[in-house]
């Protein structure tokens, strides 16, 4: 019994204990991941071309400096699964091969992200990673792959849960710190379970430059900005550093107004979404360019404390959003959704701000806080009544700061 025991004991300070499951790579997005994805305004019209420019412009354009890090290639590079199963690009479209690109990426600072499917083809109709999840992951690390999107499309009688934790536990042991982003639009209820398992997970379908309209693609519709927003009622509580309610990459630059443009960009800086451009880096307009790099409101997005913005006010439409962030400060969001701008005052005194998910309040008639207007640059304080115009499908966005007891 004893020389049993004794042999049992070695046995274990050699082989390292089995756990049931692997962790995901913890240092990744502890704030939003910021990047540029190709699929909103490019869908399978990509090669090594546009990817290598766009790092290039990412770069010339000041976005790099302004916090976007991430270069995603999105569906539709993959060619055909070789003799031994691995997966190859499309050699017309990238005739050198993803490592090639990696390293062009790498070169200027940036990071190179993938896209792949849970099913045994992706929404595009290339090959998927069913069935081959240890070895794509393997590639991908090989390569020097550091972003991975994974879709739901082809998962008739596939587990949510299990396929996405496979690709997790794949990504963990091909042993290179993979940001695993879960595009899953929300059928499964990810944000349940998702923050084991990856940095950010879809909370709807696929979104639409527009307002608030619904684009029929008959078993599914695509979303615009406020449907979209309207789909994170009760998800906040799941968010946090490095585990993100993804509500889809941006349509700025895309078709909608300038106002439009930027209510968008304020709302997913608000809610703590990922902030993935969909535009052409390569030919932005001055006034898109103005929209993505507004340091004010990435600042907010990128806010370390990783609360996501409260609703706390709606009346007809009129809505009020406020996000606690570091150092006492607060996120201020005015949205207007209607069709006619609206004049809004606001007196500070009378609106104190409770947050139970944070513990976190303003209490407007012992502190003050001092004012900028992440858009405008205006300043003021909560001891004088605010007076602004919010512009049809608009927001005034403000960023408040504590100033001291009031005079
Ligand atoms: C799905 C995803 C999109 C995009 C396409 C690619 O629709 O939700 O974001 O990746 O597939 O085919």
């Known amino acids: 019994m004893k020389r ?6 070695a046995a274990a300070m050699i082989t390292p204990p089995i756990t049931a499951s692997a962790q995901k790579f913890d240092d990744l997005a502890k704030t939003p991941q910021m990047g540029w994805n190709s699929w909103n305004r490019f869908a399978c019209n990509i090669d090594e071309k546009l990817i290598r420019e766009t790092a290039d412009a990412m770069v010339k354009t000041g976005l790099k400096d302004a ?27 990238f005739p050198n091969g993803i490592k090639a690109v990696a390293d062009y990426v790498h070169a200027r600072g940036l990071k190179l992200g993938i896209y792949s499917d849970v099913g045994a083809t992706t929404c595009g109709g290339r090959p998927g990673s069913r069935g081959h999840e240890y070895q794509d992951a393997q590639t991908y690390a090989a390569w020097g792959v550091d972003y991975l999107k994974y879709d739901w499309c082809d998962s008739k009688n596939i587990n949510a849960v299990g396929a ?23 059928d499964n209820k990810p944000w349940e379970w998702a923050p084991e398992v990856g940095h950010s997970w879809r909370t709807t379908g696929d979104i639409y430059p527009c307002w608030d309209c ?8 695509a979303l615009g900005v406020l ?34 443009d930027r209510a968008h960009f304020s709302i997913w800086a608000m809610m703590d979404s990922p902030l993935i451009l969909g535009n052409d880096l390569r030919s932005m307009p001055a006034a898109t360019h103005k929209i993505v790099a507004n340091r004010a409101v990435i600042a907010i997005n990128q806010d370390p404390l990783g609360v996501q913005a409260l609703r706390f006010y709606n009346q007809g439409s009129v809505e009020l959003w406020a996000k606690p962030m570091a150092n006492d400060e607060w996120a201020l969001m005015i949205l207007n959704r209607g069709e006619a701008p609206l004049a809004y005052r606001y007196d500070w ?9 944070s513990k976190r ?20 304080d909560t001891a004088h009544r605010l007076d602004v115009t919010v512009p049809a499908h608009g927001v005034v966005l403000l960023r408040l700061k504590k100033q001291g007891d009031p005079t």
């Open 214 to 221: 619904e684009m029929s693609h008959g078993s599914w519709s």
């Open 67 to 93: 916090g976007y890090q991430y270069i995603n290639i999105d569906d539709c590079w993959h060619g055909a699964r070789d003799a031994h199963g691995d997966i190859q690009p499309d050699p017309q479209r």
């Open 349 to 357: 005194q009378q609106h104190s701000i409770g947050d139970d998910l």
């Open 361 to 380: 309040d303003a209490d407007f008639k012992k502190t003050r806080y001092t004012w900028v207007d992440a858009w405008s640059g205006k300043t003021g």
């Open 4 to 9: 049993t025991g004794t042999l049992l004991l």
């Open 227 to 260: 449907r979209i927003l309207d789909k994170q009622a009760g998800l906040r509580k799941y968010s946090g550093p490095g585990h993100w309610n993804d509500m889809d990459m941006l349509e700025v630059g895309m078709g909608m107004s300038e106002i439009e």
């Open 164 to 186: 996405y934790t496979t690709m997790r536990d794949a990504l963990r042991a091909a042993n290179r710190p993979i940001l695993f982003s879960i595009c899953e639009w929300g």
